[in-house]
């Protein structure tokens, strides 16, 4: 009798466990979050910690840079421009966050300099495939004019400009005096660990950085489904803590 009711404890133990854990596991993938004053549930859908390999990235670059996991990280050491795609194409109102640290260390790249990305980025001569053009594109900044897509700019021309565009496929880059931002409260900082936030959310687009709030554009007709990726020229950096959010209200 005391060994059946040993035996009964155990497995209550055990499923009390599995419950816990499998709670514990839901709530770390779903969290909350804010988005002009008003609640809203964010559900993880992809990550990235970079612990094995580029198997779900596609690199743009320049020749004479390079793209590497290492010590778990994307390590981005770049000459002459280099953009990081992530195969995966996201659709509807999403949450982007990743980890990024721009090094200075005296290294030929360690230029403080650029700390860029593209999202939502289609290309409207193949609207079904993305990479089509890969290797034409070659990492070349100007070849990417005639995506659509946003893009942000952090420290570009030598930590001197930031700034946010809404590329239309065409070749034409508007840039709003709104989204000029040259104070150098927005520019870089070397060696200086940075959180990086974006927000796509309906005609809402956002970008954060540690928190702080660089771009916040309305737009009217905005591109809900495309892809993300990492951009950057002449610079030395790591990348970590990727995770992608879907957003519902």
């Avoid at 060994?3 to 779903?30: D, E, I």
């Avoid at 549930?41 to 970079?50: G, Q, R, T």
């Avoid at 931002?181 to 956002?206: C, W």
């Amino acid at each position: 009798m005391r060994m059946f009711q040993n035996y009964r404890r155990l497995v209550t133990g055990v499923m009390v466990l599995t419950v816990a854990l499998l709670f514990t596991s839901c709530v770390s993938k779903t969290k909350s979050v804010n988005i002009k004053d008003k609640e809203v549930k964010a559900e993880l859908i992809f990550e990235d910690n970079f612990d094995s390999d580029l198997s779900h990235w596609k690199v743009e670059q320049v020749t004479g840079g390079t793209v590497e996991v290492k010590d778990s990280k994307l390590v981005i050491d770049d000459v002459s421009g280099c953009t990081v795609w992530l195969t995966t194409a996201f659709e509807g109102a999403i949450q982007i966050e990743y980890d990024v640290f721009l090094i200075q260390e005296n290294g030929p790249n360690d230029r403080v300099s650029d700390l860029n990305c593209f999202w939502m980025a289609t290309d409207p001569k193949n609207p079904s495939n993305l990479f089509a053009n890969s290797e034409s594109r070659g990492g070349k900044f100007s070849n990417y004019d005639s995506l659509k897509l946003y893009y942000m700019g952090v420290g570009g021309n030598d930590n001197k400009t930031t700034r946010f565009r809404r590329y239309v496929g065409n070749g034409e880059r508007p840039l709003l005096p709104e989204n000029d931002l040259s104070d150098k409260k927005f520019m870089l900082e070397p060696n200086t660990p940075y959180h990086i936030k974006i927000i796509a959310h309906g005609g809402t687009i956002q970008y954060y950085r540690n928190d702080v709030l660089l771009v916040d554009f309305k737009d009217a007709n905005p591109y809900t489904s495309g892809y993300f990726g990492f951009r950057t020229v002449k610079n030395h950096m790591t990348v970590d803590n990727f995770k992608v959010y879907q957003l519902s209200e």
